[in-house]
Every structure is written in C-alpha cells, then in structure tokens.
RNA sequence: CGAGGCGUAGCUCAGCUUGGUAGAGCGCUUGCUUUGGGAGCAAGAAGUCGCAGGUUCGAAUCCUGUCGCCUCGACCA
C-alpha cells in the first residue's frame, strides 16, 4: 500500500513489522537521508544524509592513516580493454558496465540531441565499477624495486554498477566509497595488510556503528572477482538476514600479472607483485539503519550522530527571547566540551513549528538526546532531558547537563551496542540435519544467522543457495563459540566437514 | 529480459465503468490565536490530467500507439 503520510496523525513510517522494505524506504526519507533521483538506481544524498557519511569518511580516514596509508585519485574512466586483462574480473563486472562511447552532442534534427556519429571513441571507456585495473596500469610505472615497495594508497570516490533492483544506499548504482589498493613485495606482507583493514573495518562497525559483526573469510564461490581470497565483515539487519558490510581481498599475483607489474627484489630477482584491495561503502548507512532504527524513524549512534543533541526551546511569543538566549547558552557549553575526541554537536532548533513537531522530527532524524527548555525550567535552573532511546525523560539542573549528556552518550553506544548483540545471539543457530538447515530458511523471513558444517566444495554451495536461498557469510576469523571449530559432516551432503561456517540469506 | 501494476497539484490519491472542460487530504503562502508529544481558525497560490495521434459538437474519461516509473524473478558492496 502506497503511504498517504497524514503528518497530522502518524509519523509517514511503515512498522518494521507490517512491511519491512517498506519500513527502510520510509526511514530513509523520513529522516531525510536520501531521496530517489531521476536517474534511475541512483539516489540524491541529502545534506543530514552526507553528514552521516562525513563522519564515517573522516573517521575511516583518520584510521587508515594512522596505519601508513595515503589517499590518491585515478580517473573515473577505465579503458575497455583494461577490464579484458583479467579474466575473472572481467567476468564478475561485464554485467553491469556504464560505457562511454562518444566524445560530443550533436543536434538530432528534430530539435533534440544525439551522440555524434562523427565523434565514436575509438576505444569506449568505461565507468569504474571498481579501480583495480586503472589503477595496476599506473603502478607498473611506479614499481621496479623492492625499494617502491610497499605502495599503500586509498581513494575516496564514487563509482558505478549498473544495478537491477537499486535499493537506497544498499544497492544503489552509484555509490560512494573508498577503496584502498596496495602493493606489497611478499604474499605475507599483502595477507597481513588485508587482515589489519578487516580489523579496521571490523573495529569501525562495532566501535563506530554500535553493529556487530562476524569478520572471516569469503568462500570461493563469493569471493571478489579476481581476488585470491576475500575477507569480509557480516552484519545482521533487524529482518534477520545478512548484509556484507566491508570487504578486504588478497589478489595474490593476478593483478600483478595481468598488468606485468614486476619489481627486482633484494637478492636481485625479478617477481611479480603482490597485491590487496579493500572497500567499505555507503551502504554503511543502509546497514547502520537496519541494525538500530524504529517505527520512530533512525536510531544513530552517537559517534556517527550529525546532530547529538537537540534542544527544543519552549514557550509564548513574550518568553522566547529568553527562553532563546538561555538555549544558546546551553548549546555554547555543550559545544565547547568534547565527547569521544570531537565537540559535542548540537543544534538549537528555533524554526517556527510546535515543540511536539519538533520532538517527532528529530526522533525521526536521529538526535540521540533532546533537551527541552521552557519557562518553567528558566524559573528553577532545570532542562528536561530525554533519549532517543525511550527511557523517561528527566529533569536536569542546567549546571549539571554537560557531565549529564556526556555519560548519555556513553551509555547510548553501549546500550545500541548490547541490544544489536543481543538479537543476533537470539537469532544464531547450530543445525546439524538438512531438514532443520531447510527449516531454518523456509518461509519469507530471513532466517537469522547458521552455524553449519560444509564439506567446503563449490558444487554443495550451490546447491544449499539453491535450495535455500542461504547463502555462505563466511568462515569466521574468531569462531562464535568455541565448538563450532570441531570436526563435523556437512549438513548436506554428510561428508567430512573440518568446521562449521556461517549461512544466512543475504541482502 | 520474463510476469504484474501505475502515470491527475510539491506528496499520497479520488474522479474514468456511464464523455460536458478538475477534486480531497497533507504540504505551501498570508493573517490572527497558540506553543511541555506532529496546534486552531480564516483567506489564498498551485495541475498543458506522462506524451502523440484518433473518435466526438465536446476527452482526464473511449480507441491506437509511445515513453517513463514501481513491484516480483536471474547479478551484486
């Protein structure tokens, strides 16, 4: 049923329990992150939205610094016969291609515009799906020494996967991201830069976004195309289903010999590169929002919050330049203190609407505390404090609201934290017959996380995705509990297994 | 690409069966009153009815064509 939102009388969000795609969808605008663009599968990041993304970007960046990376930019545009290098690559991304192939516009007589016939690029260029191949084309220039070694750069950019079904932020067809690209003289040396991304990824999701998440690695059958492996962090969504939230691959040599990138080593012997990419994205969001958010609208996380606190100034056209001031200066204290490394952001919201408009509204838009000021506090040096949390509101002394809203924060994450642990506690399961393995997926919903053994062949993944549309997460790095790394027979076949790996329907 | 559905005001939709020249709610503008959980009243602005043909004295409505979008299936961070 499409929404006629009546914003007299309900808040224009479906229940999560109603609808739950139609639930995001509504969240999304509701909460003005993002809104559907003209061009189709593309969305139009709104100003609240990117400041969410802001916010993940500086603090993504900050860490990959701290670990010895430096950011760089390669075009947009990647010469066809790039992506025909490599051939695994070329097949997971010839799909879905954007392909530039003319150079101007001409008139098309009827008072439009074509593509000139006169001006076909030679070679069509297409639009990054990914940079691996632009970018492996500019580092055999780089590379010739062990001494060039390593090269660890990271891009900020957008790019672009002609997506069939585009969801906002989850799958949209263009994206923004970042994407790290490195080169290393030893598989060893590239094994370890992927894990210390995964965990970087890893502590960003679960310190950052307040969303656990199981790090561990791809099976073939979902590996990144033209990777040796791939790592990857898993969340889980409210609808109990999984959603990659950041991957970090070993490409092994392939790159390194699609692009004959060599380097002479310290013995003086020529060999090929080694190399890993790695990508966290703005479907970031898309996954915060379904780890945390309500029928209210968006649960954010303090540290990612564009707006930590609101304050909702109340009061008659004769109170409101006091009741102003007394806002501001509440706002000017917050502001001058830090919380988590940053000052505390916070936004005094004088617009003309009635404060219970305003309360609905920044609980839609994520204001983790909202603070009411009126008359009557001025009289008795109080504020009303509330979280977006739903515990009670209280009343707290002006004097005591910096130290007050500080330790809300801190308790705020933990609590987001626990809460999304704890769902996916309720909902991780050890199954060991087909039966209860098809049980566990029937039906429409997600199914939650599975801990189930596999006998690790490719022919037996497909036919458990086949059969349940589960597909594997991962092999977890650091097994959910102890026993699932005993030996085993896989749920479908019976044959050996050495562990049980993680299954659940995908977004 | 296979299957369904929808294009009417900024948004969500009614009107179409039975042709007579455009409506509602929300939003927006102005004024007054309000203000501690989406305020009230009053006045107002706003639509080549997706587009192109056709039938007709007359088309949002009937016919033909066309374009676009959404949902569901095969690929994906």
Known sequence: MPKSPSMSKDLGITSRGENYADWYNDL????????????????VIKPHGYAVWELMRDALDGMFKATGHVNACFPLLIPKSFFE??????????????????HRLTSDGKGGLMPDPEAVLEEPYIIRPTSETIIWHSYKNWIQSYRDLPILINQWANVMRWELRPRLFLRTSEFFWQEGHTAHATYDEAEQESLTILDIYRRFAEEWMCVPVVAGLKSDGEKFAGADH???????????????????????????????????????????????SWGVSTRLIGTMLMAHSDDRGFVCPPRL?????????????????????????????LQATTWSGAPVRVKVDKSDKSPGFKFN????????????????????????????????????????????VSAVLDDFGKQLFAQALELRSANTRRVDTWEDFKAAFAGEGGGGFVMAHWDGTGETEERISAETKATIRCIP????????????????????????????KAY
Not at 30 to 43: H, T, W, Y
Not at 237 to 262: E, M, P, Y
Request: charged share 25%.
């Open 477 to 504: 790095s650091v097994p959910l509990d102890p026993g699932d790394e005993k030996p085993g027979k896989c749920v479908l076949t019976g044959q050996p297994s050495e562990r049980r790996v993680l299954f659940a």
């Open 361 to 404: 509204e920044w609980e839609l838009k994520g204001a983790c505390v909202r603070i009411e000021l009126g008359p009557r506090d001025l009289e008795s040096g109080t504020c009303v404090l509330a979280t977006r949390l739903g515990a009670e509101k209280q009343t707290v002394a002006l004097g005591e609201v910096v130290s007050v």
């Open 85 to 102: 290098k490599e051939a695994e690559h070329v097949e997971g991304f010839a799909k879905e291609c954007a392909i530039v192939t003319h």
């Open 305 to 333: 919050a564009p707006v930590q606190v609101v304050i909702v100034p109340i009061g008659r056209a004769d109170d409101r330049d006091k009741v102003y001031a007394a806002a501001d200066s509440l706002a000017g204290s």
């Open 230 to 276: 791939t790592y990857t962090i898993e969340a889980l969504t409210q609808d109990l289903r999984a959603i990659q939230a950041g991957t970090s691959h070993h490409l092994g040599q392939n790159f390194a010999k699609a692009f004959d990138v060599t380097f002479q080593s310290a013995e003086g012997k020529e060999e090929h590169v080694w190399a890993t």
């Open 28 to 43: 999304v605008k509701r909460a003005d992150l993002a809104e559907n663009s003209v061009v189709r599968g593309c969305m």
